[in-house]
């Protein structure tokens, strides 16, 4: 696997499965801008996993505009893991 590939919403939603839900309410809106310096949300965001199998944001922060990311660690979860892999499996096709 290269080094990151992109994810698209849908993509994001199938790793995330139940948890979606965590994802919009705890993820999203808890992302440190250093700009502001404050922990903020994380707006016009583009998603990748790694080949750690983490899941990272880009985007912006929802206050100042200036860029902010979220690192995910959900390469220490196995059911992640295994959605993960279904996902790039799926885009290999």
């Not at 994810?7 to 993820?27: H, M």
């Not at 998603?47 to 199998?53: G, I, P, R």
């Not at 860029?67 to 992640?80: A, D, F």
Request: include cysteine; glycine fraction near 4%; hydrophobic fraction near 35%.
């Amino acid at each position: 696997m290269k080094k990151e590939m992109p994810l698209t919403l849908p993509q994001l939603k199938t790793i995330w499965g139940k948890d979606w839900d965590f994802f919009v309410e705890k993820i999203v809106p808890n992302c440190l801008c250093h700009t502001c310096n404050e922990v903020v949300t994380i707006v016009d965001f583009k998603t990748t996993v790694n080949d750690l199998n983490d899941v990272i944001l880009r985007g912006k922060c929802a206050v100042c505009s200036d860029p902010v990311n979220r690192y995910t660690e959900t390469g220490e979860n196995e059911e992640y893991v295994k959605r993960i892999k279904k996902v790039l499996k799926g885009m290999k096709k």
